[in-house]
């Protein structure tokens, strides 16, 4: 069983920052994409940002140039430096593994007050 759990979620006033992390007991995260995601309520989960193995990285429009996703394999973990939070960012922000049928953590509530 993958194991993946996020943390670093909190309460920040809108233009902060937060570090989100997911750190994972996938014995192969170096060569597997991971994904940040969120999820407001009453909306559907979103893919935020995505990271492969080597690196490259993808965002959604509105968070490029404020996010910038990150992984360290050495530590099994994967970052997702938030900055100029809106509050709009409001949600339960969740990692995903790309492995198998895919793996979540638990989610780590992210709230940016006006």
């Known amino acids: 069983q993958v194991q993946l759990v996020e943390s670093g979620g909190g309460l920040v006033q809108a233009g902060g920052s937060l570090r989100l992390s997911c750190v994972t007991s996938l014995s192969i995260f170096r060569i597997t994409p991971v994904g940040w995601y969120c999820q407001a309520p009453g909306k559907q989960r979103e893919l935020v940002s995505t990271i492969n193995g080597s690196g490259l990285t993808n965002y959604v429009d509105s968070v490029k140039g404020r996010f910038t996703i990150s992984r360290d394999n050495a530590k099994n973990t994967v970052y997702l430096q938030m900055n100029s939070l809106k509050p709009e960012d409001t949600a339960a922000y969740y990692c995903?593994?790309?492995?198998?049928?895919?793996?979540w953590g638990q989610g780590t509530q992210v709230t940016v007050s006006s």
């Open positions: 995903k593994v790309y492995y198998g049928g895919g793996y």
